[in-house]
């Protein structure tokens, strides 16, 4: 405390320890540690479930990390040049710019996604993505088999390749 008093005093009181800037910022410091006890004690993770909405805004958090992991993005994000491959685009470049413009894409819907959450509202914003990213990845699935099994489908690995970008639009703008 003397310490912190010739430090506060030496630079916030022109050298007076008894400055009213210097008693009050020693005051707040006092205050503050009395408050948190940052100083004496570890991590306290009883506050996370103290209380019942705690609790809920616990799940609320956990469910958004699990279904965000578990919903498909990566899965349409990571296997995109193989899928390109699939559908024909052998191209360096080509497949270079797609793979370019997928992220600057979903950027732009995220941040679209962020506007509208005030007036479209939180929870229909993330239930109506998922319905629709449900569907993309839904006909991903369906259009990915069928341009697997009959190569020379183009319009399938095409429409697979269409829709991913589809739902990682839908993912950015609701999700992300």
């Known amino acids: 405390m003397e ?18 800037i210097v008693l009050l910022q020693l005051k ?10 940052s100083d004496k004690k570890g991590w306290d993770y ?15 958090v956990l469910g958004m990390a699990c279904f965000g992991q578990l919903s498909g993005n990566s899965v349409t994000s990571y296997y995109l040049p193989v899928m390109l491959e699939n559908a024909g685009i052998t ?21 679209l996604g962020a506007r509208m959450t005030d007036t479209v509202g939180r929870r229909p914003l993330l239930l109506y993505s998922i319905l629709f990213c449900s569907g993309c990845f839904a006909i991903i699935c369906g259009t ?6 009959d190569i020379d489908n183009k319009s399938a690995a095409n429409t697979t390749i269409a829709f991913i970008y589809l739902f990682g639009i839908i993912f950015s703008f609701g999700w992300t």
């Open 3 to 20: 310490e912190a008093t010739k430090v506060l005093g030496r630079y916030h009181g022109d050298g007076d320890e008894s400055h009213p």
């Open 28 to 37: 707040e410091m006092q205050n503050q540690i009395r408050q948190d006890a």
């Open 46 to 60: 009883s506050e996370l479930v103290n209380t019942h909405s705690a609790r809920r805004r616990l799940i609320c």
């Open 91 to 111: 191209a360096q470049g080509t497949k270079l710019m797609l793979n370019g413009i997928y992220p600057v894409i979903c950027f732009f819907a995220a941040i």
């Open 144 to 149: 990915s088999k069928l341009a697997q099994h």
